[in-house]
């Protein structure tokens, strides 16, 4: 397919690099920033562009892949009413689409991207959504041409899947971050902490997470649950955080 990107950062980026290595063709980026537009286009063999009036009518899809609050304003200055267009955010609904065009959809890719990283495309679910069957049979043959799960979904089931998203990789990349720090106050690597977090990734790849929890909560361990809490004092947030999240494993596994 033709395709015209209007975004440049990581999903537009991942994306552009996983349709043009599939043999999609890449017309132009679309950007704000000339230069961000420039930098991705020259990636993906395209036209970078930060004018709506530069953009090509021949695309066969205009996917707008821009922080969540953009949406509606890039899909406000869309010229092309009868062109398809998408959006790829987990949470807005397909709906902030309908003034723009007379054929809309999502193509939702869930993963977590970061321009410094690769991503094997192939493994990332798609979750699509359609006003029309001609419009979701497209959507569906773009998201298998480069990857393996392509799954349909209305938009409060995406928002659902985007939710748990949030709770599954954001909040604990954040206490990541956390566990970083605590360890840098003691004079320690967080490199001691990358096996632990490569077995706990590991097990859920084979087990319903609940069935391989660990650790003093769920063992409703209140010594050292004591313990951990008097070395966080002096750490109003990072107690309260501990509390909060220790108490939510003991009553979720005493009503298991």
């Known amino acids: 397919m033709k395709v015209v990107l209007l975004g440049s950062g990581n999903v537009a980026t991942h994306l552009g690099k996983a349709l ?13 920033s000339e230069e961000n537009a420039k930098e991705l286009g020259a990636q993906l063999s395209a036209e970078g562009i930060s004018s709506y009036d530069l953009l090509n009518p021949n695309a066969d899809i205009y996917i707008i892949s821009v922080p969540d609050t953009a949406i509606e304003g890039v899909s406000e200055s869309f010229p092309f009413k009868s062109k398809l267009l998408v959006h790829t955010s987990g949470t807005t609904g397909i709906e902030v689409l ?6 809309i959809g999502v ?10 990283r690769a991503v094997n495309f192939e493994i990332v679910p798609i979750a699509i959504e359609a006003r029309t069957s001609e419009i979701e049979s497209t959507l569906k043959e ?8 392509t799954v349909t979904f209305d938009s409060e089931k995406r928002k659902a899947l985007h939710v748990a998203a949030v709770f599954a990789c954001n909040f604990s ?20 902490l990358r096996p632990l977090i490569a077995e706990t990734s590991l097990k859920v790849q084979s087990f319903f997470p609940h069935e391989v929890q660990t650790g003093p909560a769920v063992r409703n361990d209140q010594i050292t649950v004591n313990k951990h809490l008097e070395f966080l004092k002096g750490k109003a947030e990072l107690e309260e955080l501990y509390k909060l999240i220790s108490q939510n494993i003991i009553n979720f596994h005493q009503k298991s």
Request: no cysteine; net charge neutral.
């Open 20 to 32: 043009k290595e599939n043999h999609h063709t890449i017309l132009q980026v679309w950007s704000r």
């Open 98 to 103: 309908e003034k723009a065009s007379d054929k």
């Open 107 to 116: 193509f939702y890719p869930l993963q977590t991207f970061s321009k410094q």
């Open 142 to 149: 773009l998201a298998s041409s480069i990857s393996e799960t």
């Open 173 to 192: 990349n954040h206490f990541y971050t956390i566990a970083n720090g605590i360890l840098k106050d003691s004079g320690l690597d967080f490199g001691l």
